[in-house]
């Protein structure tokens, strides 16, 4: 079986450091949550699933507020 070229027309999706560097910002500015805050497996299943960094950004708040306990929501 011969090898075929991959595309050069498909966009390579951002590397790892930049992505979770834009959803980091997003999720401070949308919600006020440090990136911190969410656990390094959550943002890489988030990049793994090829969300943008603004619905990583949602959805990591989302997990956010589901992991904590009433006391400590605002």
């Known amino acids: 079986m ?15 450091p930049s992505w979770k560097d834009a959803a980091a910002q997003e999720l401070k500015r ?13 943002w890489t299943k988030l990049y793994i699933d090829g ?8 959805r990591a708040e989302r997990e956010y507020r589901s992991t ?3 006391w400590l929501k605002k």
């Open 2 to 16: 011969t090898r075929t070229p991959r595309d050069p027309t498909v966009e390579a999706q951002p590397s790892y």
């Open 30 to 42: 949308l919600h006020g949550i440090e990136a911190t805050a969410i656990p390094e497996r959550e």
């Open 51 to 58: 969300l943008t960094p603004e619905e990583a950004a949602e």
């Open 68 to 70: 904590r306990p009433s």
